[in-house]
C-alpha cells in the first residue's frame, strides 16, 4: 500500500462538557483602512510609540484603533493589514446657522467627523476668525483667519469660505464618513492573513458597517475566514463592531446567526481619541479589543490582568450622551437590556462603582455551544496549536507495538501520553482545571499508520451572578 503524507490533522469538539482548551498569545492582527500605507502590505507596532503608526500608516480608523491597541493592551504586539478601501469616504453637505456666507467643502475624507466651523470674530473673508470641531463641537482648534481656502490635512477635507461679511456665533455642520472595505476587500485581507506566516491570537476588522444586514454579512465572512484558518493550523478567532443602528435592529439581524469563532463588540460610546485628545464617537470594538490582547487567555473581559478586581474601560467619557437616540448605536446594557441577551459583547454601567464595564466576552455561538464566551475559545485555539505543534515531532516515529496484541505497546502509549499531557499542562496548565490524553490503543497500526488521540480539558468557571440574603435576628447561633 502506499502511505500517507505524514501530516497530523485535529477537530475541536463542540458540545461536550470539560472541552475547552485554550488560546495562545496576546498578539493580534487588525485589519482596516487608513490614508497612508500600501494596500495589502503588514506592518508591525509593538510598545507604545505611537508616532510610528502615523508615520507608516497616516491617519483614518486603523490608525485610531491601532493607537487605542498600543497604549490600552500594554503594548502587545499588532500586526496591521492595510485593506483596500473601494468604498471611498464622504462628506454630507454643510448645513449653515446664520447669516454668514456659505461655506462648502471639497476633498475625501479619511475619517469619520462630525464637523463644526464656528466663526469666532465677525467680519470680511480675510479679517473674520474661526475655530473647526471634529467632534461636533466637544474640542476645538485654535482660532484661524478665513481664506478662500483653509485644508484640514489629517481629515483630508478643505474648507472653502465663500466671499462676504461673517457673523460672530454662526455656525456650519457637516458629517464626514470614512473610506471603507467591502466585503470583498474583507475577504481577500482575511486570505492573505491566513496565508502569512505571522502568527497571532485573533483578528480584529477595523471598520464600521453601515447597517444591521452589513454586520451580519461581516460576520458570516469571519465566521467562514476563521474556520479556514483554523483548518489551515491557524488557530485564530474574529472581533468586529456593530452598525450605528438601534440595538432592536442589530438582535432581530441576528437571531439566527451562528458564529462561535467571532465575537461582535455592538455598540457605540463617546470617547476621548488617544491619538487627538478629542471626544468621539466610537465603535466599543475599538476598546474590546485590546482588552482581549492585554488579559490572560482564561481572565474574563470584566476583570483586571491579574483577575483580582472589576476593572474599568479606560478613555470612555459616557455611553449614551444626553439626548441621543436609540438609533444613533448609543448603548447601555445597564439601562436597556437587550444586546446581551443576544450574544453581543456589549458595556454597561454598574450602580456602586464608577466606569463602565464590558457585560461579557460573547462569541455569537449558538445557545449549545461550548464556546459562548471568548476566554473558551482562547483556551481551545491555543490548547489546539500547542498539541498540533507537539504531535509533529512524532510524526514518521517509529512505534513499537504489542507482539501478543499487534496493537500498539502499553507503555509506548503511556509515554506517548504523559508527554503530551506535560506539553498541554505546561501551557495551558494555568488555564485550566484538568487535562486528559487518551490514545486508541485498539488501532491496528500496520493495516492503518494513524494514532487517534483524545484530548480532553476541564475549562474555567466564572461567576456571572451572586445570590445572597440578609436578615435581622435576635441572636447568633454559637460557633460550632
Not at 502568527?199 to 458597517?209: D, I, K, R
Not at 469571519?222 to 438582535?251: D, L, N, R
Not at 481551545?380 to 517509529?398: I, P, T
Request: proline share 4%; aromatic share 8%; net charge negative.
Amino acid at each position: 500500500m502506499a502511505y500517507p503524507i505524514p501530516s497530523s490533522t485535529g477537530t475541536l469538539r463542540d458540545g461536550g462538557l470539560g472541552v475547552l482548551p485554550e488560546d495562545t498569545t496576546q498578539t493580534s492582527w487588525k485589519i482596516g483602512v487608513s490614508s497612508a500605507g500600501t494596500a495589502g502590505q503588514v506592518y508591525t507596532f509593538r510598545g507604545t510609540d505611537t508616532q510610528s503608526v502615523v508615520s507608516s500608516l497616516g491617519y483614518g480608523p486603523l490608525v485610531d484603533a491601532i493607537v487605542a491597541h498600543l497604549l490600552k493592551s500594554g503594548g502587545k504586539t499588532v500586526y496591521a493589514y492595510k485593506a483596500t478601501a473601494s468604498t471611498a469616504g464622504s462628506s454630507s453637505a454643510v448645513t449653515k446657522t446664520g447669516t454668514s456666507p456659505n461655506m462648502t467643502l471639497t476633498g475625501t475624507p479619511i475619517n469619520y467627523a462630525d464637523g463644526k466651523v464656528v466663526i469666532v470674530a465677525g467680519g470680511t473673508l480675510g479679517t473674520a476668525t474661526f475655530r473647526y470641531s471634529l467632534d461636533g463641537g466637544d474640542t476645538y482648534s485654535d482660532t484661524i483667519a478665513t481664506a478662500a481656502t483653509y485644508a484640514i490635512a489629517e481629515q483630508g477635507i478643505t474648507l472653502n469660505f465663500a466671499a462676504g461679511s461673517y457673523v460672530a456665533g454662526d455656525y456650519y455642520t457637516w458629517v464626514d464618513t470614512a473610506p471603507a472595505m467591502t466585503n470583498a476587500n474583507l475577504s481577500d485581507g482575511l486570505d492573505d492573513i491566513i496565508e502569512s506566516p505571522l502568527e497571532a491570537a485573533f483578528v480584529h476588522v477595523v471598520g464600521t458597517p453601515v447597517d444591521a444586514s452589513a454586520a451580519a454579512t461581516m460576520t458570516a465572512t469571519c465566521q467562514t475566514k476563521m474556520e479556514a484558518a483554523i483548518a489551515a493550523k491557524k488557530y485564530m478567532f474574529a472581533v468586529h463592531g456593530g452598525a450605528p443602528v438601534a440595538a432592536s435592529s442589530m438582535i432581530t439581524t441576528y437571531a439566527s446567526v451562528d458564529a462561535k469563532f467571532v465575537v461582535v463588540a455592538a455598540g457605540f460610546c463617546e470617547y476621548i481619541d488617544d491619538r487627538t485628545g478629542r471626544i468621539v464617537k466610537a465603535p466599543i470594538d475599538r476598546l474590546i479589543a485590546p482588552r482581549i490582547a492585554r488579559n490572560p487567555i482564561s481572565v474574563d473581559l470584566q476583570r483586571d490582568v491579574a483577575d483580582s478586581v472589576l476593572d474599568p474601560l479606560a478613555g470612555i467619557r459616557q455611553l449614551v450622551p444626553t439626548g441621543a437616540l436609540a438609533s444613533t448605536g448609543y448603548h447601555d446594557e445597564a439601562a436597556t437590556p437587550g444586546l446581551n441577551a443576544a450574544r453581543f459583547c456589549s458595556l454597561y454601567s454598574i450602580t456602586g462603582k464608577s466606569g463602565y464595564y464590558v457585560v461579557n466576552g460573547h462569541t455569537m455561538a449558538a445557545s449549545t455551544s461550548d464556546f459562548g464566551l471568548v476566554q473558551f475559545v482562547r483556551v481551545a485555539l491555543r490548547a489546539a496549536q500547542v498539541f498540533y505543534l507537539w504531535s509533529l515531532d512524532n510524526l514518521s516515529q517509529r512505534i513499537r507495538k504489542d507482539p501478543t496484541t499487534g496493537y500498539i505497546l502499553p507503555s509506548v502509549a503511556q509515554a506517548l501520553e504523559d508527554d503530551a499531557t506535560a506539553a498541554l499542562r505546561a501551557a495551558v496548565g494555568q488555564h485550566v482545571d484538568g487535562v486528559s490524553v487518551v490514545i486508541n490503543r485498539a488501532d491496528n497500526l500496520s493495516a492503518d499508520p494513524t494514532l487517534r488521540y483524545k484530548i480532553r480539558l476541564v475549562g474555567p468557571a466564572y461567576a456571572k451572578t451572586v445570590e445572597w440574603e440578609l436578615g435581622l435576628v435576635d441572636a447568633l447561633p454559637e460557633a460550632a
